[in-house]
């Protein structure tokens, strides 16, 4: 009844902090996976296929992050709930996710201490601390709350395995590998229930293993917690690692982006190795004092240690590993003795393994988001820490002799007060993406993302509130150039080779540009508004040499892993070459914004866009013939597009065609197939479409839309040649 109350009390503690996170936008990330994902839109079984068998960003663009589970409990908001792109339900999705989990450490700790004071304030602490705001009321951290969650539940199930015996001890063994097997397939970091398992064996059961003899006991313990317990969550474990190396041998991501994890580019392995743990002294200031909380830590946030201009943050690399491996000391010498701090210790330092960029480069340098599960163990350390100041101060002070709990529990309320204000607090920067970029930019002003996420929120802020008020649109461009300079600042000094650019960035100010040179050119201001695209111009250029950077790295990337030329596409973000074709177009060079067409067809031949601009750049040029040829592509692909239709009628009323095939019926249209020529080009578009899709890889949609074409268009399949 106690556990029932306490569980209860701490619901209210965590909606008294999270009270204001429902509100919360789809900010960030949220807005790609929440408000993008067509697999999430209908519980069907071509949409639970997707889950399984795409990526977890897809189809936004390629990763190797593979998290069907979570995609699912998205498909069950959006879906089932009916929550569609409304936050509120998965906010409260998310909050019930942390309650359980607040409810799990309160029993798993009172388990391994048998103090439920020190269970209690473990857990009030876990459910406030601000550093797993990122976690809660950033939806898109649910991840981290799913993998959480199988980590407690399956090690709960190990603790009771530990005191059963026969079919109980299996049953809950079984409970252990269940909770890791669905764990793992929610985020992967579930893989480090393993962590769990051995911290409980080697501070719990191993002091209880008969003899002295070292090398006897190393014997049994592999054999009482190897065979018998660890064994139980190795299938899952494997299941995992293996389909992460399958993906990632079909995957064209190559590596990790520089920008992101200047880790992943170290000079050295000590290089890599120091810097990153200079970040785990951070992750501890910030569990200690959570005032200054960031979204993003990108490039040049966190200099790289031995870097020029980084003596200080050299320094704080050797405080932050003289602290680590005291605390290292500390756990191994208190084992005997106090066993919870030990396990505290080893959960906040462990947990971080995977995301510590000590063992492989991952794709951040530094997220709170990665403190989610290693905060118990901090938090469990602070329990007793404050609980043993408390004894402290009533020692010290003798009026206050009879007072140690009290003493102890005022502390923890206070803090616990103080951390759930700074939470709250918090959840305000989450509300919308203006809001959480600006507070971010005060944060980390040294990372290059934020500057150009404050930017384009400054011009959608300009756009939504004042449209079509020109001199107020021009008025956020020149703010949005201003923001995203400063990141282009640091991202040019010092300058970076090009395999450290970030094209991102690039895309963004070539947008920008783009858009300042449209509203000069309305206000007349020529000259001006030419040199803004010529300004738009040279910085996307400078997205499409890291674009090609990429895509070549790519490709051979793949080849090294043994996939077949003949399977290797081309990648690339083709939104740099559609703004190129826009700037190349005010500019009037017609074959530049051609040349940028095609490849937007190589990147997406799926999609009209690129055949769509291609037809427009032809006929600019005077080539009409291959203008329908390209346009008629494009209408296979998306046949209800009106535009497409009424620049098709444009195009044969150049050649002369009597009487003009597209025909209109009201709002909608129609071609005439029945006209020699039409028929004879439609032919031609047809084979065109397949074959370019075959040169780009896409077999499968090139034989699909074969059958298609000649069931529902008649085109003769020889045509097409063999398939």
């Known amino acids: 009844m106690n556990l029932v109350l306490l569980c209860l009390a701490l619901g209210l503690l965590l909606l008294a902090a999270y009270s204001n996170s429902f509100s919360a936008g789809l900010v960030l990330d949220n807005g790609t996976v929440i408000g993008t994902d067509p697999r999430i839109r209908a519980v069907t079984h071509d949409n639970i296929y997707l889950i399984f068998h795409e990526n977890y960003w897809w189809p936004a663009f390629e990763s190797d992050l593979y998290r069907p589970l979570t995609t699912l409990s998205y498909l069950f908001n959006y879906s089932l709930l009916g929550d569609g792109p409304i936050p509120f339900g998965y906010h409260v999705v998310n909050f019930l996710l942390q309650w359980v989990n607040v409810c799990l450490v309160l029993v798993i700790v009172r388990r391994l201490s048998g ?18 705001v990122e976690s809660v009321t950033n939806i898109v951290g649910r991840g981290d709350l799913l993998a959480t969650l199988s980590i407690l539940l399956g090690g709960w199930c190990y603790l009771r395995a530990a005191d059963a015996s026969g079919w109980r001890k299996a049953a809950w063994l079984t409970g252990t590998a269940l909770n890791a097997l669905w764990g793992t397939f929610a985020k992967e970091s579930a893989i480090m229930i393993v962590a769990f398992l051995l911290l409980y064996d080697w501070l719990w059961r191993w002091p209880l293993l008969p003899g002295r003899d070292f090398g006897k006991r190393l014997k049994r313990a592999a054999f009482e917690f190897g065979l ?75 200099p790289m240690y031995g870097e020029p201009g980084a003596g200080f943050h050299d320094v704080l690399s050797w405080v932050a590993l003289a602290v680590l491996v005291a605390l290292i000391w500390l756990a191994v010498r208190c084992r005997r003795r106090q066993p919870l701090l030990s396990w505290s210790i080893g959960i906040f330092f462990m947990m971080q393994l995977l995301t510590s960029n000590l063992l492989i480069p991952i794709g951040s340098i530094m997220a709170e988001r990665f403190l989610y599960l290693p905060s118990i163990g901090f938090c469990v350390a602070a329990a007793l820490g404050l609980l043993r100041l408390g004894d402290f101060l009533a020692r010290a002070l003798p009026a206050l002799r009879r007072e140690g709990p009290a003493i102890g529990w005022a502390l923890a309320a206070t803090t616990t007060a103080a951390l759930g204000a700074r939470t709250h607090a918090r959840n305000e920067d989450w509300q919308t993406d203006y809001a959480l ?65 970030d094209n991102t960035l690039f895309r963004d100010m070539g947008m920008f540009y783009l858009i300042k040179g449209e509203l000069l050119e309305h206000r007349g201001q020529m000259d001006e508004a030419r ?30 892993r043994g996939r077949p030329e003949t399977e290797i596409a081309d990648v690339g973000n083709h939104h740099i070459y559609v703004l190129l074709v826009q700037v190349c177009e005010h500019l009037q060079d017609w074959s530049a914004a051609e040349k940028h067409a095609r490849y937007i067809e190589q990147l997406v031949p799926l999609e009209s866009t690129g055949y769509r601009f291609a037809a427009v750049e032809l006929a600019h040029q005077g080539r ?34 009597v009487p003009n095939p597209v025909v209109p019926f009201g709002k909608t249209f129609s071609l005439n197939q029945d006209i020699p020529l039409v028929r004879q080009e439609l032919n031609e578009a047809a084979v065109a479409l397949i074959h370019h899709l075959e040169d780009c890889k896409q077999f499968e949609a090139a034989a699909n839309l074969r059958e298609k074409f000649i069931k529902i268009y008649f085109i003769p399949g020889e045509l097409f040649g063999k398939k």
């Open 437 to 501: 970029w600006k507070s971010a930019a005060t944060a980390t002003p040294g990372s290059f993302k934020v500057h150009k996420g404050l930017a384009n929120c400054i011009w959608d802020e300009a756009r939504e509130n004042h449209p079509g008020d020109w001199a107020a649109e021009e008025t956020g461009i020149n703010a949005a150039i201003t923001e995203a300079e400063k990141g282009l600042f640091i991202l040019d000094h010092p300058p970076l080779s090009l395999p450290k650019q």
């Open 115 to 132: 103090k439920l004071a020190v269970a209690a304030i473990a857990a009030a602490l876990f459910a406030v601390h601000p550093v797993n």
């Open 228 to 302: 018998k317990g660890c064994a139980f969550v190795l299938p899952p474990v494997l299941l995992v690692i293996g389909v992460y190396f399958q993906r990632k041998f079909h995957s064209p991501v190559f590596g990790q982006v520089f920008a992101d994890n200047p880790i992943s580019q170290a000079d050295s392995w000590f290089q890599g190795a120091m810097t990153a743990i200079n970040i785990l002294g951070r992750y501890l200031w910030l569990m200690i004092f959570p005032r200054t909380l960031s979204c993003d830590y990108s490039y040049h946030q966190i």
């Open 531 to 560: 040199a803004a695209y010529q300004q738009s111009n040279a910085v996307l250029l400078r997205a499409v040499d890291v674009d090609h950077y990429a895509n070549q790295t790519s490709r051979e990337s793949s080849l090294r």
């Open 624 to 657: 009409i013939p291959e203008a329908v040829t390209q346009t008629l592509e494009a209408l296979l692909l998306d046949p209800t597009d009106p535009v497409l239709y009424q620049n098709l009628s444009i195009l044969y009323h150049g050649l002369n065609v």
